[in-house]
């Protein structure tokens, strides 16, 4: 790891900077400016420093410098977005724009999207791929708003990268859905750029589409393999159809048994019936959790979820079935473990004090 102060750090990636310009080594650059941005209350006065530079490099380093600052630092976010929007309304240089696209959504801020939509149209292809992945951290709003309007239309660009990455963001990162944006991934299951084909194809898979369920069936087909999110998708369909295919592939890491068990109509009963008894023996176990079994609207796995006051996402159930070695009783007694009762919830099952010794 680089020592150094974050205004050390800066100074070799800038350096680092000007020695790969024109070739695709920007290892150390990153590295370097990771670790400056770490120090968010060091980096924030540095980065808005080198974007008010004349110099477009320099402009651009602060760009990245904020994007990482603000990654790591939530304290950072605020005030980064009010000076990367600023600094959009006046940029001409694409190679800034691409990294303020990508720096302008880690700060996870909605001012982010009108920035985004307006370089959405820029003329410079790379710029409009970067803005087509930086809306995942910002997309929030409805399924008719400005951000997804321009990503539908950049599902339709000219460059090929540009529609993946779109397609990618819209129908794989972006848990909203409507007609019009079934109807923009629907179009791309004929795209002649296979890799965007693909996301069409597991972007309506998200969405429980029944068209793509024979298209899916091809990408498990492919001789040279599946790619993870491909079997990701099979795991939210969830047919039979799809089994197959599925069974061609050894289990392993990739989520193939995931898949398996949501397409295996007698696996499925199992993981669902042992659900119930899962949650069931929750309830007498330890009722103060208010455990719920459910699944979320755009993914196929069920989910354990628990009472907000527990502090606890939740627990992926069939991760926890095997965590219990499939037994749905020990797996109760794993979570009543992990989670201990409150001080409230034990004085509130206390008899009432009557005030008369007994």
Avoid at 50 to 66: A, F, W
Avoid at 227 to 235: G, N, Y
Avoid at 330 to 338: F, N, P
Wanted: proline share 6%; aromatic share 4%; net charge negative.
């Amino acid at each position: 790891m680089e020592t150094g102060t974050a205004a050390e750090l800066v100074e070799r990636a800038l350096t680092a900077a000007r020695a790969a310009v024109g070739t695709d080594d920007s290892d150390e650059y990153g590295t370097l400016l990771w670790q400056a941005a770490a120090d968010g209350a060091a980096s924030l006065p540095l980065g808005l420093e080198l974007i008010g530079s004349q110099d477009p490099t320099v402009r651009e380093t602060g760009c990245d410098l904020l994007g990482h600052a603000s990654d790591q630092n939530e304290a950072v976010r605020a005030e980064t977005a009010t000076a990367l929007v600023a600094l959009a309304e006046q940029e001409t240089e694409s190679r800034v724009l691409r990294s303020l696209a990508q720096a302008i959504e880690r700060t996870y801020d909605q001012r982010a999207v009108p920035v985004l939509v307006a370089l959405a149209g820029h003329p410079d292809a790379e710029v409009r791929r970067r803005v087509a992945g930086s809306f995942a951290g910002v997309v929030t709003g409805p399924p008719d708003g400005p951000d997804i309007h321009a990503l539908i239309t950049l599902t339709r660009d000219e460059d090929p990268r540009v529609r993946t990455w779109a397609t990618f963001t819209l129908g794989f990162q972006a848990e909203v859905d409507s007609p019009a944006i079934r109807t923009a991934l629907w179009e791309r299951t004929t795209d002649e750029n296979p890799d965007t084909r693909e996301e069409g194809i597991r972007g309506l898979a998200r969405r429980h589409d029944p068209r793509v369920v024979p298209l899916l069936a091809e990408l498990l087909d492919d001789p040279d393999g599946a790619h993870v999110l491909t079997f990701s998708a099979a795991r939210i369909m969830g047919v039979p159809e799809l089994l197959p295919a599925l069974l061609e592939y050894e289990p392993d890491g990739a989520g193939v048994t995931a898949a398996v068990n949501a397409c295996d109509p007698v696996r499925r009963a199992q993981l669902d019936a042992s659900a119930w008894e899962l949650v069931s023996t929750l309830h007498r176990l330890r009722p103060d959790l208010d455990a719920a079994v459910h699944m979320e609207r755009f993914d196929g796995g069920l989910s354990l979820g628990l009472g907000a006051t527990f502090g606890s996402s939740g627990y992926d159930v069939e991760a926890l079935l095997a965590r219990a070695d499939g037994s749905p009783v020990r797996a109760a007694g794993l979570v009543a473990t992990d989670l201990p009762r409150t001080g409230f919830e034990r004085h509130a099952r206390r008899p009432p004090h009557t005030g008369q010794e007994t």
